[in-house]
């Protein structure tokens, strides 16, 4: 093989990685301090698993922090060094809002609220755990959509944001493009439904089966 037909199938080669790259889609994680850590870690879990298949794997995962700060602790004690922060420019095609015990700092949040109604946008999906529901009701985000916050929390989340269809006694709730959920342990299951719909019931299936949260399903439902 020679020289010339060498550096044009390295070219090519290079070419097509660069579409590789083009295509890649990108899962955004918010976290900021004081982030209740399932609400985080749960969705981190079930995508990072669902990367390394090939099905998903033009898929991946980057957390983002609030602040100019990479570094968060969250309520519980967890530290995670984030890849990005919402003064990076970011083109996500899934954000996920976490919660805290404390919103109001970060409700009244500016920047912050202005990245997500600019990622609100464009992002094929918008998503939160828990209080986080406050942050894209701020957003505006909610406007006119079924949503739900952490159990008990479905009344102030409604007198907060009265054009918000608020959902009762529902783990998980999805409205066109944007899913809601009670947070904690149930971010687990909102995963799972957002990864239905990125892909399909049975590779959801496939990743529930690889965490053994089927095995903690079926262990409530006896």
């Not at 918008?126 to 406050?134: E, I, K, R, Y």
């Not at 009670?182 to 089966?209: D, H, R, T």
Request: with cysteine; charged share 20%.
């Amino acid at each position: 093989m020679n020289r010339l037909m060498l550096s044009l199938i390295l070219a090519i080669s290079l070419l097509l990685t660069g579409f590789a790259n083009a295509a890649q889609s990108t899962i955004g994680i918010l976290v900021f301090d004081g982030f209740l850590t399932s609400d985080v870690t749960a969705p981190v879990e079930v995508f990072g698993a669902a990367t390394k298949k090939a099905w998903f794997s033009s898929y991946e995962v980057v957390v983002i922090s609030a602040t100019k700060n990479k570094t968060v602790v969250s309520e519980e004690g967890l530290t995670i060094v984030a890849d990005k922060t919402i003064y990076d420019e970011l083109k996500l095609d899934v954000v996920m809002v976490p919660s805290a015990y404390d919103m109001d700092d970060l409700v009244s949040d500016k920047n912050l609220i202005d990245f997500i109604k600019k990622q609100g946008k464009s992002a094929a999906w918008m998503t939160s755990n828990c209080s986080g529901a406050f942050l894209l009701g701020e957003a505006g985000v909610l406007d006119g959509k079924k949503a739900t916050t952490w159990a008990g929390g479905e009344k102030k989340l409604a007198k907060s944001y009265p054009n918000i269809d608020v959902q009762y006694d529902q783990n998980v709730v999805m409205d066109g493009n944007v899913i809601s959920s009670n947070g904690g342990p149930v971010s687990y299951q909102s995963a799972f439904v957002l990864l239905e719909q990125l892909s399909s019931p049975k590779f959801a299936i496939e990743i529930s089966q690889s965490l053994q949260f089927d095995r903690l399903r079926r262990a409530f439902q006896k």
